[in-house]
């Protein structure tokens, strides 16, 4: 696990990439004035530099009889599509309001000019790892995608054919320019508190103290994997939603996140990415009795599987080998195990 500041942002990479990769806002204050105006987008080049040329149409009118789709029909259709890739949550908001929270961390991101732009948040939940794994034993050679070095890791490298295909299929037809963002992204420019635009956007509580979102149906068990930023006018920012967990459960995934740090974590190392990624797939248990202490009420079936799991918190390369040859993965040592059990609830 690392650990680092950066602009008075806490980026917890404990977990290693998109969907494990927790980012902090330092302070917890909700966004002032929200705008809860219509959002558009920006069109720009990803971190590897190459232009996202997917949805950077001119934008043009489509026809001189014709009517352009509302920001609300667009982040539907985004919705729509991004299901069918596994990225099963979807949410429009004003970016101008996520700007005004991060404004004092240097995280703002570009708007087009406009007074307010479009943003859709993407996330998914354990439906991502079907279509994940189905690429992957697709590929050649199996388990291997292209250009997965580029984006740390396979499932991040999924993400980004995902989102980059949704982008081309919904919004380039309409000549819409946008920019694209991802969450394993650490670069500066590029870095975005994805849980705090979750939070602010209504759709998962964010408990600063222990790292984690809570969605009212799927609880603590998805994720947040990339941003659309959409140059035209747009939809509400919902603002944060009530708090689903008790004082009691923040309190144990708090203590649960204590035992977990205190496990990785070893003061009189160097504490390399090597070195906390081997330790990691020693005690990814501990980690995971974090989202099970902040569980909501019929959540279970959102529960991620062992496997699922295992890989999201390890990152293992022999992990992810032997599901996607269909092996029975080990969930980790009766050591782990044991120590889970009373940390948890």
Same mark, same amino acid.
């Given at each position: 696990?690392?650990?680092? +500041? /950066? %602009? ?17 806002? =330092? ?23 190459? *232009?996202?040329?997917?949805?950077? *149409?001119? !934008?043009? !009118?489509?026809?001189?009889? =014709?009517? !352009?789709? =509302?920001?609300?029909?667009?982040? +539907? !259709? ?35 000019? %406009? ?27 199996? $388990?291997?995608?292209?250009? /997965? ?9 999924? &993400?980004? #054919? ?13 000549? @819409? %320019?946008?920019? @694209? ?9 590029? @870095?975005?508190?994805? /849980?705090?635009?979750?939070?602010? =956007? ?32 747009? &939809? ?54 974090? #989202? ?8 279970? /079936? ?19 080998? +032997?599901? &996607?040859?269909?092996?029975? &993965?080990?969930? $980790?040592?009766?050591?782990? #195990? ?8």
């Amino acid at each position: 696990m690392a650990m680092l +500041r /950066q %602009r008075g942002v806490l980026v917890l990479t404990a977990m290693g990439a998109a969907g494990a990769t927790a980012v902090l806002a =330092s302070s917890a204050r909700p966004a002032p004035g929200l705008v809860g105006r219509g959002a558009s987008a920006t069109t720009g080049a990803s971190r590897t530099g190459r *232009a996202t040329a997917c949805c950077a *149409a001119a !934008s043009t !009118s489509s026809g001189s009889g =014709s009517t !352009s789709p =509302s920001a609300e029909e667009v982040v +539907r !259709s985004i919705a729509a599509v991004a299901k069918t890739h596994g990225l099963d949550i979807a949410v429009g908001l004003t970016l101008q309001d996520y700007n005004s929270a991060v404004e004092s961390d240097g995280l703002e991101l570009p708007t087009f000019g %406009r007074r307010t732009t479009l943003a859709v948040l993407l996330g998914s939940t354990k439906t991502i790892w079907v279509p994940f794994l189905a690429a992957l034993r697709a590929a050649d050679p199996p $388990g291997q995608l292209e250009a /997965q070095a580029e984006h740390d890791g396979p499932l991040n490298t999924f &993400v980004v #054919r995902a989102t980059e295909a949704l982008a081309s299929e919904v919004l380039a037809p309409l000549g @819409l %320019r946008c920019e @694209l963002r991802y969450a394993h992204e650490m670069d500066e420019g590029r @870095l975005v508190a994805m /849980q705090k635009l979750a939070h602010l =956007s209504g759709v998962a509580y964010l408990h600063p103290s222990c790292g984690l979102n809570v969605h009212p149906e799927y609880g603590p068990w998805h994720a947040y994997r990339s941003l659309l930023i959409i140059d035209m006018e747009g &939809v509400p920012t919902a603002g944060p939603p009530a708090n689903p967990n008790s004082a009691e459960a923040v309190a144990a995934a708090e203590a649960a996140l204590a035992l977990a740090l205190e496990s990785t974590v070893d003061p009189t190392a160097t504490n390399t990415k090597e070195e906390m990624d081997t330790q990691m797939r020693q005690v990814w248990r501990l980690w995971q009795n974090i #989202r099970l202490a902040l569980e909501t009420q019929g959540c279970e /079936q959102w529960k991620y599987s062992d496997e699922h799991d295992e890989y999201h918190f390890t990152h293992s390369p022999e992990v992810l080998a +032997r599901v &996607v040859a269909g092996e029975e &993965v080990a969930t $980790g040592s009766e050591e782990t #195990r044991t120590a889970g059990k009373s940390s948890s609830l």
